[in-house]
């Protein structure tokens, strides 16, 4: 595939590997050495993405007017969005699979154009907008990490007021976010400090020390409030649980527009057809299948008239069995609002209601 392909699109690249079925939006500019691009690839329009070698792996997505300037590597992770206006500064950059970043993402705003200006983000990361990265030193954030919007992260402080020559420090020091944590709105965290597995940092906290894992952290400075003990639910809870949470997705898809009727008892489980308003062909069937033993249950969303579907499995791991379709997409979607983090290879979006689909048609 050469620079021809995508017309509009200026493409300064000595080696480029494209896969099928990739877009590239009008007035985009890319610099690289060695650029790669999986299948089913998005960059969106006006983008200006410079790095020595650049990835993005099948599915990624780059949203509009994205600006990133990265020295060695950017690289993108199957099925990762990064959504628009991301203006990202530093020497190394990557991001793991399926996660979401939101818009007018700020990766820089400070020397970060330096050795240690690395940012590290895992798999399955949920980041919601206007959240700045200050990687003047690394800033690793580990998987199902999720930042809430306007979160602030810095490794370098600095005040002409207090100068290293009359004893005061200058705090250069990367940050650490271990598997699992939340990051609440508007939450800072300054250099040098790692917070924990599984700890959440309540709406506006300042983390100015390290915090242990599995506590709630609040204040400024932030401060441990309590230790989180969560109590497991054992297999019957379990699949009550999943129940409930079919039964409100149900309900939901009323709201966007599906005609939703429930078929019957299936193995002493659940069963809907779900219908789509727009055309007869799309029709699906639900199944919730609960089981005895360590795996609860398993939910089923399969097309009419196919053999198979996708397959939900509410064990421990979670896991999906089969490809996603739309249905099966605003399935996932939904339990990863309800925090139930499904891994598959790729992002999922909800269906849009058609009361909103209509005004944008």
Not at 71 to 92: H, I, K, M, P, W
Not at 263 to 288: F, I, M
């Amino acid at each position: 595939m050469a620079a021809r392909d995508f017309p509009g699109v200026e493409l300064r690249v000595q080696r480029m590997r494209v896969g099928e079925g990739v877009r590239i939006g009008e007035g985009t500019v890319i610099v690289a050495d060695d650029l790669v691009l999986g299948d089913g690839a998005v960059i969106g329009p006006g983008c200006d993405l410079r790095s020595a070698r650049l990835e993005v792996g099948a599915g990624g997505q780059v949203g509009e007017g994205s600006r990133w300037l990265v020295a060695d590597e950017a690289v993108l992770g199957v099925g990762t969005v990064v959504d628009a206006g991301a203006d990202v500064v530093c020497r190394q950059w990557s991001v793991g699979e399926g996660s979401y970043l939101g818009r007018r993402l700020r990766v820089g705003a400070g020397a970060s154009m330096e050795e240690n200006s690395v940012v590290q983000i895992g798999h399955r990361c949920q980041i919601a907008p206007d959240v700045t990265v200050n990687p003047t030193e690394p800033v690793l954030i580990g998987d199902e990490v999720g930042i809430s919007a306007e979160v602030a992260i810095f490794t370098h402080g600095y005040h002409a007021g207090h100068p290293v020559r009359d004893g005061h420090g200058a705090a250069f020091a990367g940050v650490e976010v271990e598997d699992g944590a939340w990051l609440g709105f508007r939450a800072v965290l300054l250099p040098g400090v790692r917070v924990g597995a599984g700890t959440v940092v309540a709406a506006s906290a300042t983390v100015s020390r390290s915090l242990p894992a599995g506590v709630l952290a609040a204040g400024v400075p932030a401060r441990v409030k309590r230790v989180l003990e969560p109590v497991a639910l054992d297999a019957a809870a379990r699949r009550e649980a999943v129940a409930g949470l079919l039964e409100a997705w149900m309900q939901r898809l009323r709201f966007k527009g599906l005609k939703v009727e429930a078929t019957g008892a299936r193995r002493a489980g659940l069963c809907w057809r779900v219908t789509g308003s727009d055309s007869s062909d799309r029709c699906w069937q639900v199944a919730w299948c609960p089981q005895d033993g360590e795996l609860p249950g398993v939910a089923e969303v399969r097309r009419s008239g196919a053999a198979t579907g996708a397959v939900f499995e509410f064990g421990e791991p979670l896991a999906v069995r089969g490809v996603l379709d739309d249905l099966g997409h605003d399935l996932r979607d939904f339990l990863r609002r309800a925090t139930w983090l499904f891994p598959y290879a790729g992002n999922s979006r909800g269906l849009v209601p058609e009361r909103f689909a209509r005004l944008l048609g």
